[in-house]
C-alpha cells in the first residue's frame, strides 16, 4: 500500500511538475514577419528606407497599441513608431513604461515583489510616486486603486474599443483590493481577467488592461500593463522628455487611421530626421507582441 501510495505521488509530481514547465502563455501570436529590403537605402541623408515589412500566410491582424519594434544597428537599439518612442535614459525604479509602436500607449510594468510594501504609480504621469499622490498601489498580487479614483471593469472587452461609460457606471471603491486575476492551480500561474479597466479622476479618463503577472525573465511579482487616454484626454507622461523622445525610426502604413496592422499591410521602416545608416550597416529586427517575441524570418540583415 505504501508502494503504491508512493509511485502515485511521484506520478502526480511528475504530471504536475510537466504541466508548469511546459506552460505557454497566451500572450503573443503566431505570425511571422518577412523582411523586404530591395528598396531600401543606406545614403548620407536622414530619411531612408531601411526596410518593408509583411506577414507570412495564415497571420491575423494586429493591435499597434500592443507591438514594439526595435532596429539593433550595429548593436544600438532604435525603437520605431508613428512618432515618439521612449527614453532609454529614463530613470530607474519600481515602475518601468515603454511606449509601444503607436506612440500612445505605455505597456508598464511594476515591481511588486516587496510583500511588506507598496509600489506606488501615477498613471497620467507613468512615475513613481510615494504613498500621498498615487493613483494605483502594488504589492504581490495585491493592487489598489487610490482615493478620488472613479473606476469599472469592462469584462471581455478589447482594449481599443473602451470608450467613455455614464458616470452611474462607475464605481467609487477603492478601499477592496481589486480582483483582477484568477489562479490557475494546475500550472501555477497567475493569469489576469479578460477585459480592460476604465478610471477615471478629475476629467481625466485612462483604460488600463492587465497582461501578465510576470516579467520578461517569467519572474512573479511584475504586474504589467497596457495604459492609454481615452477620449481628448490629455496624457502628460507623453510631454514628458525624461520619459518620452522622437523616434529615430518612423513606421509608414498604408492605413495610418488603423489601430491594426493589417494580417495583409506591407509596412516600411524609414529613418526619421536622424541618420541610422550611412553606408553599410548590419541591422538586427526585434519585434515583440503583447510582451512576446514575434517569429521574423532572417531577422538579420545588411543595408550597402
Known sequence: MAATITVLIVVVAAFWFYLVSSYESELGTSNVVLIETSDSQSDASMDNYLAQLSFADDAEDLLWSSIEITLFIDDKPNSCSFG??????QLDGNISSKLSADGSTFTTVVDATDAESFSYLDISQQLEVNESQYWMK?????VFFGENIRWTFLEGVEFSEVEIVAENELSND?????EWYEYDLSVHRVNPNDGTYLIEKEDSWFKIKFLTYYNSEDESRYPTMQIAAVGNTSFPALQNPNLVVPSPCMIISEDVESDYWDADETIILAENGVNLCDGKCSIKLEIKFETMAVEVDESEFELD
Request: net charge negative.
Open 84 to 89: 515618439s518612442q521612449s527614453n532609454s535614459e
Open 138 to 142: 502594488f504589492s504581490s498580487t495585491d
Open 174 to 178: 477603492t478601499e477592496n483590493r481589486l
